[in-house]
């Protein structure tokens, strides 16, 4: 179970070179814009690699206003799990027909595997923005006003490169540290939804 349960915790919680498009002109603050976001989705895959394992998936998160929707898949395509979060709570299910069930997703993945793992911090770091739930350590950004790099929560979350098919430039690429866990994520695609 813990090896079904890991990857949906570090990945949700959750680095390939590219040569990123030319950024487009910006006439919109970036972090204003991410953050009234009614809903966005991700299609990523994610290495997670700790001192005992290395871990690879597919992971597919959908965010809408009244929480969101992980769907971890193997590299066959097949849902390993599934992780949904609404104001009742969070609830984890497994391919082979498992149910856990928590009011936080943090809490939830702690109780399952005794890792400590941000779920909630995700949400922001995906898109390159600090948790405004979180007191922020560190943050970092390029010339383009980009950030490069976010420490918050325990964690440091490094943005090697960014892609320019939405509105607003999102990550392509983001590296996660904290203790002996190491995250790379790269994301083929977004979806930004306003309305």
Request: negative net charge.
């Amino acid at each position: 179970m813990r090896l079904i349960i890991l990857p949906c915790l570090i990945i949700v919680l959750s680095a390939c070179a590219t040569t990123p498009l030319q950024p487009p002109q910006q006439d919109i603050d970036r972090s204003e814009y991410l953050l009234q976001l009614v809903e966005w989705d991700a299609h990523m895959t994610v290495v997670a690699m700790t001192a005992h394992e290395k871990i690879k998936a597919r992971l597919h998160w959908q965010q809408t206003a009244q929480g969101y929707t992980i769907k971890l898949r193997d590299f066959i395509g097949r849902t390993v799990a599934i992780i949904e979060s609404d104001a009742s709570g969070v609830v984890a299910r497994t391919s082979k027909g498992q149910r856990y069930q928590g009011t936080d997703a943090d809490a939830l993945l702690v109780n399952l595997t005794g890792l400590q793992l941000p779920i909630n911090g995700l949400k922001y770091w995906l898109q390159g923005l600090a948790d405004p739930q979180q007191s922020l350590e560190v943050i970092t950004e390029s010339e383009n006003q980009l950030p490069q790099m976010i420490q918050q929560a325990g964690w440091t979350i490094h943005y090697p490169s960014y892609q320019y098919d939405e509105k607003v430039p999102m990550a392509k690429n983001i590296i996660l540290d904290h203790q002996d866990i190491h995250l790379q994520v790269r994301i083929a695609r977004w979806s930004l939804n306003r309305e």
